[in-house]
């Protein structure tokens, strides 16, 4: 089984569209985030959520949009897609919102044309 | 600003070699953490060291932590082949409240066999 998973794994779409990115974890955990990984590797964290409630919320474009029907599931949906939004998104899990051990998804590549 | 970064940005080394990874961050921090990240997967958790010591051990990792020189290092004995893999640190920030992971630039390591 796997621990954190997000969907879909590659996701390849035209400029001004809108489109959604899925988690889900099974351990448990109280936290979940996103991360946004670009092409120097560099990795930033965008949200986070303890127990469905937002947390943190970095200098992110109000394009995206996190969404936590529980404190299982950690949706991103992103309006008007723009080329610099290309990038890796991770999420992730934590026992709780110290942060100690992220288990994190495998990750969806994301590619806007 | 980026809170880590790591030195040297790539190494590679002859299996059967140590490798030595390091970590250099600005602010205080309550732990540092290291993770393994696999070309197109997730990161992988590998060990945790508290500010308050200076060395711990997992297996053929051995990682350091000088809060005065606001630095860390990670050593693998003994590489292997299945160590190729980029590798990051990341540091949480003191009294943040809810707490926030920031990752260096990470560290790309090449084994070869």
């Known amino acids: 089984d796997t621990a954190v998973s997000q969907t879909p794994k590659y996701l390849v779409t035209q400029m001004g569209n809108d489109k959604s990115i899925k988690c889900e974890q099974n351990l448990g955990h109280d936290t979940m985030y996103w991360y946004k990984q670009d092409s120097k590797k560099f990795l930033k964290i965008m949200f986070s959520?303890?127990?469905?409630?937002?947390?943190i919320n970095e200098t992110v474009p109000n394009r995206f949009s996190p969404k936590s029907p529980d404190k299982a599931h950690l949706n991103l949906h992103i309006n008007s897609l723009e080329l610099g939004d290309s990038a890796v998104y991770f999420c992730?899990?934590?026992?709780?919102?110290?942060?100690?051990?992220?288990?994190f998804g495998s990750g969806t590549q994301l590619s806007v044309l | 600003s980026q809170q880590g970064e790591e030195d040297p940005q790539a190494l590679s080394i002859q299996e059967g070699e140590n490798a030595t990874m390091n970590c250099s961050y600005k602010?205080?921090?309550?732990?540092l953490q290291w993770y393994r990240q696999n070309s197109g997967r997730g990161l992988v958790h590998l060990i945790l060291i508290r500010s308050n010591e200076r060395e711990k051990h997992s297996g053929r990792l051995r990682v350091t932590l000088d809060t005065s020189k606001k630095s860390s290092s990670l050593l693998i004995t003994a590489s292997r082949a299945a160590d190729t893999a980029s590798y990051f640190c990341a540091t949480d920030r003191r009294n943040f409240g809810n707490e926030k992971l920031t990752f260096g630039t990470g560290t790309r390591l090449t084994i070869i066999p």
């Open positions: 992730a899990s934590s026992w709780d919102r110290h942060g100690e051990k992220l288990f």
């Open positions: 602010t205080s921090i309550n732990n």
């Open positions: 959520y303890n127990n469905k409630e937002l947390i």
